[in-house]
């Protein structure tokens, strides 16, 4: 992998080999903190996301490397005008490696045209983000010394989770793990994940209520219920509390049982439980910055690269999804891929 | 001092060991350029306060550490809906310090309480302003040797000024300080400082006029009036140069008086004395990053911490202050101190 | 050179001595990775400019030092009321150089009145922006090995183009350069340059169209022509074609021209030219960042400066350039120079 911009390539081999590294970091920090003396990060975040971007921060620091970039809306404006690609060959020439967030969905990839040094995305709007999910991987991993076997539910709204699409794709190729689809009828997982699930043979159970199953789960994945959500308002308050992890639905839970949430959360995590010894979702954090170290030292083996140029198709099939990045970003080339039966657009992976 | 939120407990034993180190880095720089080498520091302003931020940014770097955080009301939105609990937890997972400044008073607290690293208050609201007080003793001591035997003098709104009030109660530890309040009568310092200097046997004299007391001051530590403080507009335009000083005022002083600000002044320091020696007020800033180089020092030596759990009391006794953190963080536990004879809220010190 | 605000007064030998400098950096950058160890740069954006903010943080980090500062107008409202004296005295204290750039004529100059440590003015409003041009000049001198004897294009609007006005005014100080100069007739170059060259005894060549032109080149400035610049809306569109570049005007070009445009670009430069080998303006961005690395490196050889106090004129004639850096601190001195036969402020170099 030289550029993270998805994780569907990612091997086993190139994970246990990543997590091995996370390791050795989180028990001798001091023997890597000066492994990228000399190198530069651009962070490069179009829209605000405080935790993501000091965590990436945080961990080339650590790896004794500096950073350079921009952090909020106002400075993306301040670009307007320029075009993505212009950005992204001037920060690769100034850095190192560059990590960027981007409302926009495929901006990941449309950077790894253009860019001369890896690109790892830190979220491309409501389409991937690939170190969340490696964050979780790598949590799951430090509590439980395997992610193979585990009964995992996944609890809130399922439809709209950008970090539950991508840890479901990623969970699917370890062995035997078993879901729990844990969401009100209207925020079930969209077709494409359970299609996924059914390929890979994986079991797992659409329900609607946490409670009944709490008992059997491994690891419980929360997340938001936002209100926007719902058609229905009084449906909204009917059902939130339904998905509102409290003391009391924790005395059910298994002894050794795993909270995790990507954060940051609003109420569907009460603080009550947050000194219980199975609440993960701060060392989630804290795992997010080793593993993000791996990473770093990961992609910068590769060095400096010469961007591919990249044929468009003769007859190019035009995105129609109003998010992507092709709708903004018009010189880049049309390209397609295929996932089932159906050609998607291979920047935002909808269907054209 | 694990943390530095309040100065009241601070002995005289850890002022002077905190100036000698001090002293040291001014003299010998190059030896504390790699103390802090592989450390981070989170900087994290809930409010601009471009100097306060700057000043501990350019600390850590000269000991060779990095900073890591936001520094405008922007990014402190994006955490909306996140409790400062949450964003303490991280941002204590992410660095090895964190210094904030929240416009909520008690903030500093708050934030000690889920901390695993030391927190460096740069300011709670209205309350407290720990760093900036060290800065102007560490000035004093500078330019005298000693702060027993001064004769102080405040000047301007004594009753909002926070540096000032925090100043006064430091001072009335060393020996022998006599203290003038020069300011209208409206705006005259709060009876709790009163009481305080009264208490610590303190000389003071409450005057309205800077002009006639002026030759016996040995440092002059000027304050901004502001206009919105007066209930009469035609007061303020009245009194208004009582309180400027000038260069006429600076002839009538002593040769070794020095004047101290807080900076950012507007007008009540005219630009006509900043070449006079007697002019305190730059190298008051640059004294200001040096004793926070050995405040950083000095709470990174206690390494991690295990935040205590505080017991809320039986009938926990609510702050009715506005301004206090725990109107808008409900989760916090209520404690409440002695102040005199009054029990007031520990986060922001207003009586109950 | 101990300021760099403007270029007038760098000699050939100073340009020779940076520029080889510069080229020692970009073969063996690892001998510089430690030069500033211990040095901080202070960056004062008063407006965004991501560019040139980037590289100059760059080229401070690959020298390893780091940077505090601020990057967006919101931070400078923060010091609203504060002088820009006061400021440029902070920041002095805490780093050892300082960055600037500044909306108003002069700033530059006037931050170079108070500050205790070089300042390197990254642009004063439409008024002079010295690290471009030494960028351009960089650039030129590396395609070609010398900058003596080449034909330059100017093309777009060279009436109220900074980096243009600049360029020129370097060139002219170097053997036998030939100027065309390619723009609409309302956006000619202004008189003042038209005077310099004469004054050089430089051959010049004004012409509206760049395609005729375009054969004899070795190198082809391009900037932006903006709408608003245009009495006449038909006029620009009936114009904006001529002075796009793209394919078909590339191939009646020599086979070594090069392209350089001071980015960002709009769509004055077709991306369809971005995999000519003459499209030198990425690696024009590239130089920029080593010429800023030889500059940074120069400047701290002079250390700590004690600013000059400079006597105001007996009476003293003020700028009425409204956009001057004196018009909003009142408390600067005025100062005059000589241009021509022109008396001029000394800041913003406008006729008084």
Same mark, same amino acid.
């Given at each position: +992998?030289?550029?993270?911009?998805?994780?569907? &390539? +990612?091997?086993?081999?190139?994970?246990?080999?990543?997590?091995?590294?996370?390791?050795?970091?989180?028990?001798?920090?001091?023997?890597?903190?000066?492994?990228?003396?000399?190198?530069?990060?651009?962070?490069?975040?179009?829209?605000?996301?405080?935790?993501?971007?000091?965590?990436?921060?945080?961990?080339?620091?650590?790896?004794? %490397?500096?950073?350079?970039?921009?952090?909020?809306?106002?400075?993306?404006?301040?670009?307007? %005008?320029?075009?993505?690609? #212009?950005? !992204?060959?001037?920060?690769?020439?100034?850095?190192?490696?560059?990590?960027?967030?981007?409302?926009?969905?495929?901006?990941?990839?449309?950077?790894?045209?253009?860019?001369?040094?890896?690109?790892?995305?830190?979220?491309?709007?409501?389409?991937?983000?690939?170190?969340?999910?490696?964050?979780? @991987?790598?949590?799951?991993?430090?509590?439980?010394?395997?992610?193979? %076997?585990?009964?995992?539910?996944?609890?809130?709204?399922?439809?709209?989770?950008?970090?539950?699409?991508?840890?479901?794709?990623?969970?699917?190729?370890?062995?035997?793990?078993?879901?729990? $689809?844990?969401?009100?009828?209207?925020?079930?997982?969209?077709?494409?994940?359970?299609?996924?699930?059914?390929?890979?043979?994986?079991?797992?159970?659409?329900?609607?209520?946490?409670?009944?199953?709490?008992?059997?789960?491994?690891?419980?994945?929360?997340?938001?219920?936002?209100?926007?959500?719902?058609?229905?308002?009084?449906?909204? &308050?009917?059902?939130?509390?339904?998905?509102?992890?409290?003391?009391?639905?924790?005395?059910?839970?298994?002894?050794?049982?795993?909270?995790?949430?990507? $954060?940051?959360?609003?109420?569907?995590?009460? %603080?009550?439980?947050? #000194?219980?010894?199975?609440?993960?979702?701060?060392?989630?954090?804290?795992?997010? +910055?080793?593993?993000?170290?791996? @990473?770093?030292?990961?992609?910068?083996?590769?060095?400096?690269?010469?961007?591919?140029?990249?044929?468009?198709?003769?007859?190019?099939?035009?995105?129609?999804?109003?998010?992507?990045?092709?709708?903004?970003?018009?010189?880049?080339?049309?390209?397609?891929?295929?996932?089932? #039966?159906?050609?998607?657009?291979?920047?935002?992976?909808?269907? !054209?």
């Amino acid at each position: +992998m030289r550029h993270i911009i998805s994780l569907d &390539e +990612m091997t086993m081999d190139e994970w246990h080999s990543l997590y091995s590294v996370c390791e050795q970091i989180m028990a001798h920090p001091e023997d890597f903190s000066d492994r990228c003396r000399t190198k530069i990060m651009a962070s490069l975040f179009y829209e605000p996301s405080t935790r993501t971007n000091l965590s990436h921060q945080a961990a080339m620091l650590r790896l004794g %490397g500096s950073v350079i970039g921009f952090s909020d809306p106002q400075v993306s404006s301040v670009s307007k %005008g320029e075009t993505l690609k #212009d950005t !992204i060959i001037m920060a690769s020439t100034y850095a190192d490696v560059v990590v960027m967030r981007n409302p926009k969905e495929g901006a990941a990839l449309a950077a790894s045209l253009y860019s001369s040094v890896p690109i790892i995305s830190a979220g491309d709007g409501g389409h991937l983000h690939p170190t969340q999910t490696l964050t979780d @991987l790598t949590t799951i991993t430090r509590y439980r010394g395997s992610i193979d %076997g585990i009964n995992i539910g996944f609890c809130g709204d399922l439809k709209n989770g950008r970090t539950v699409h991508s840890l479901i794709s990623a969970l699917v190729k370890f062995e035997n793990v078993n879901f729990y $689809l844990i969401s009100p009828r209207e925020l079930t997982i969209p077709d494409f994940e359970r299609r996924l699930l059914k390929e890979h043979n994986c079991k797992f159970f659409e329900i609607t209520g946490l409670d009944p199953i709490i008992p059997v789960l491994d690891v419980l994945y929360m997340t938001r219920i936002q209100r926007e959500r719902f058609v229905d308002p009084l449906e909204y &308050e009917r059902l939130k509390g339904v998905y509102i992890l409290d003391k009391g639905k924790m005395t059910r839970a298994k002894k050794d049982m795993i909270v995790l949430h990507p $954060l940051p959360r609003v109420d569907e995590i009460s %603080g009550e439980i947050d #000194d219980d010894p199975r609440a993960g979702y701060f060392e989630q954090a804290r795992c997010g +910055m080793f593993i993000r170290m791996a @990473l770093i030292l990961h992609v910068l083996e590769s060095g400096r690269i010469r961007p591919e140029k990249l044929a468009a198709k003769e007859q190019p099939q035009l995105c129609h999804n109003s998010r992507c990045i092709t709708q903004t970003e018009k010189y880049l080339p049309p390209m397609t891929g295929i996932n089932g #039966d159906k050609t998607v657009c291979a920047y935002c992976d909808k269907e !054209i």
